[in-house]
């Protein structure tokens, strides 16, 4: 019924924060990636993917999943172009179900995009790592 606008919302808030993140890492004078490139956090020398990069990773995925959902439940007539908008908030006893779907089905949701994107992360930074210990053995037995 609205199950989509609880990554919705997630997919909104992470997008504010990317925004803020965006700036937070300009100003602290690291360069932009393009598309899959390493960068060079200048202020530490090390490189890596910036956390906004991923952060944009979690965005898509939200987005993405919450745009299909949402053409799902139009598709259904569960969504309408007139106020409600949602067929399910026009009576109490259908509000009480799609908030209840929303707590349940729509929460779940969110938190395993979530989660799938955290282990992204985790096995991005270890890709990271071993790359940047290989080369560093690289430079060593030059």
Request: with cysteine; net charge negative; charged share 20%.
């Amino acid at each position: 019924m609205a199950c989509f606008l609880v990554p919705t919302a997630e997919a909104v808030v992470t997008t504010i924060i990317t925004k803020v993140v965006q700036a937070k890492e300009k100003k602290a004078g690291i360069e932009k990636a393009e598309g899959l490139e390493k960068v060079e956090f200048s202020t530490e020398g090390k490189h890596g993917t910036p956390f906004s990069k991923k952060l944009k990773w979690l965005n898509s995925m939200l987005w993405g999943g919450s745009v299909l959902l949402a053409f799902e439940h139009l598709w259904h007539g569960e969504i309408t172009p007139f106020f409600p908008f949602l067929t399910a908030a026009a009576n109490p006893e259908d509000a009480a179900e799609m908030l209840h779907e929303m707590a349940t089905s729509g929460v779940a949701m969110a938190v395993l995009v979530t989660v799938v994107w955290g282990g992204i992360v985790i096995v991005s930074n270890v890709i990271e790592k071993r790359a940047a210990s290989a080369g560093e053995e690289a430079e060593v037995r030059s």
